[in-house]
């Protein structure tokens, strides 16, 4: 089966910190995503990543960033917390190429973030 | 870009009886739809996708979705519902790139 997994399922913080949420896959595979959840508004795309080192925008990337030094990881970085943060953060890992397209995303169990 | 709308934040439906969770389309080339469940306090779980072929698509738990070119539909359905049915169900839709674009999500709740 594959394995997605995030680092807290439940996380805390106060405004201004900074905050570090951690993605792992252990089926290979080229594509990672980070998504917020929020009720009424779905999945939003905050940024994704199809290869090491690589990543790209999604709709909403402001007061983010990530970072991919290896294949299995993807890790989103909140640069200085705000309360508008406050959200169910989801990864997701995906196969590259054609196999990707259409095939379903794996997501991880998710992070409730918390900011005070 | 290709975007998903489901119409209803709520359905609900009695145990037993059939359930219809709507979801409707915009992609400027071929979709790849998708349907997601997911249960309180844990990440979406893959129900069953539709990329060609048969515009019936039959998935896991007894879900199907019947896809529809002409009204830009994928509705999930499944004949008798069950409480354990009772979840946050997505539709998602790609049209060619690996960005996917989800719906607001509904609700479904069966009652006993």
């Known amino acids: 089966d594959v394995k997605v997994t995030q680092s807290s399922r439940y996380l805390v913080k106060r405004t201004g910190e900074k905050v570090f949420l951690e993605c792992v896959q252990d089926?290979?595979?080229?594509?990672m995503f980070w998504y917020r959840q929020d009720p009424g508004l779905g999945l939003r795309l905050i940024y994704f990543s199809y290869d090491v080192k690589m990543k790209e925008k999604g709709d909403i990337p402001e007061g983010y960033s990530v970072s991919r030094e290896k294949k299995e990881r993807f890790s989103l970085i909140l640069e200085s917390a705000s309360t508008n943060q406050t959200s169910m953060y989801l990864c997701?890992?995906?196969?590259?190429?054609?196999?990707?397209?259409?095939?379903?995303?794996?997501f991880g169990p998710g992070t409730r973030l918390t900011v005070l | 870009a290709q975007s998903v709308a489901q119409p209803e934040d709520q359905v609900n439906v009695a145990e037993g009886n059939p359930l219809t969770v709507k979801c409707t389309y915009s992609v400027s080339g071929n979709p790849y739809l998708f349907w997601y469940v997911q249960y309180p306090n844990r990440g979406l779980q893959f129900l069953l996708k539709y990329i060609t072929g048969d515009n019936l698509v039959k998935g896991s738990y007894g879900f199907e979705a019947e896809f529809n070119k002409s009204q830009t539909s994928f509705h999930l359905k499944k004949p008798s519902a069950l409480v354990s049915d009772s979840a946050l169900y997505f539709c998602?839709?790609?049209?060619?790139?690996?960005?996917?674009?989800f719906g607001a999500g509904t609700r479904l709740t069966v009652k006993p």
């Open positions: 089926m290979d595979h080229e594509n």
């Open positions: 997701a890992s995906s196969p590259g190429g054609l196999a990707g397209i259409m095939n379903t995303q794996y």
């Open positions: 998602a839709v790609r049209d060619g790139d690996n960005d996917m674009r």
